[in-house]
């Protein structure tokens, strides 16, 4: 089972910061919170990964609680090619080299970016 | 960088065929692979896992038999669906982690959509 919860779907408006929230209140000290999304049709994409303090790159911020048991994604001005279904996963820090290193997907939320 | 190439992006086959894909690491060399699967509205599923060189390590569930992967060298690793059959259709999703600089992160292929008729 994944052990992260997102909401199902989130609507934005373009032009507008989209915050995606995700719950992971069973994380450990030594896993990463990572985020992917999936376009339709399409193979998913690496957005941005943290472990305990706020990151940043091209694509968006990730700013994780002090408790590291939440965290937001955030996208600073969504546009209608960012609709997608958004993956928040939590991940080792370590490989084991067989299937522990896998992503385990949950549900997402299913971004939609309105004109 | 870090970019992972699939094929083909599209197969459609008789039942009973056997169905190769090909996943690539373009710009890094790829210790270890992993192919997820992805069946209509829901999310992707682990597959296997396989190192450069050695066995895949498949999850519960996930026939050996039928799901022949190979990973010969450090940039290519493929999957054959063994005679296919319709409940085989399905998204097929690769992802390489990179065994340098981003090891820490899994790219994904644009994916596999594989028709069985």
């Known amino acids: 089972d994944a052990k992260t919860t997102q909401p199902p779907s989130m609507d934005c408006a373009e032009g507008r910061a989209a915050n995606l929230p995700c719950n992971h209140s069973?994380?450990?000290?030594?896993?990463?919170v990572y985020w992917y999304r999936q376009i339709h049709s399409q193979g998913p994409q690496y957005i941005i990964h943290?472990?305990?303090n706020n990151e940043t790159n091209e694509m968006a911020s990730l700013i994780i609680t002090e408790d590291r048991k939440s965290s937001t994604l955030i996208l600073p001005h969504a546009t209608l090619r960012d609709t997608a279904v958004y993956y928040c996963?939590?991940?080792?820090?370590?490989?084991?080299?067989?299937?522990?290193?896998?992503?385990?997907f949950g549900k997402g939320t299913h971004l939609i970016i309105q004109p | 960088g870090a970019v992972v190439s699939q094929h083909p992006s599209r197969v459609i086959c008789k039942s009973g065929t056997s169905v190769k894909i090909e996943c690539r690491s373009l710009?890094?060399?790829?210790?270890?692979m992993f192919w997820y699967r992805q069946f209509p509205k829901q999310s992707l599923m682990l597959m296997a896992t396989?190192?450069?060189?050695?066995?895949?390590?498949?999850e519960q569930g996930v026939e050996k038999d039928k799901f022949l992967i190979n990973h010969a060298s450090l940039t290519l690793s493929t999957l054959t669906v063994t005679s296919a059959h319709p409940e085989d259709s399905s998204f097929y999703i690769c992802?390489?982690?990179?065994?340098?600089?981003?090891?820490?992160?899994?790219?994904f292929g644009p994916g596999t959509r594989l028709l069985v008729l």
């Open positions: 992802s390489a982690r990179d065994g340098g600089w981003h090891q820490e992160t899994q790219y």
């Open positions: 069973t994380i450990s000290g030594n896993e990463y």
């Open positions: 943290g472990l305990k």
């Open positions: 996963i939590v991940r080792p820090t370590t490989f084991s080299g067989g299937g522990a290193d896998g992503l385990t």
């Open positions: 710009d890094f060399q790829a210790t270890t």
């Open positions: 396989s190192n450069e060189g050695s066995k895949a390590t498949y």
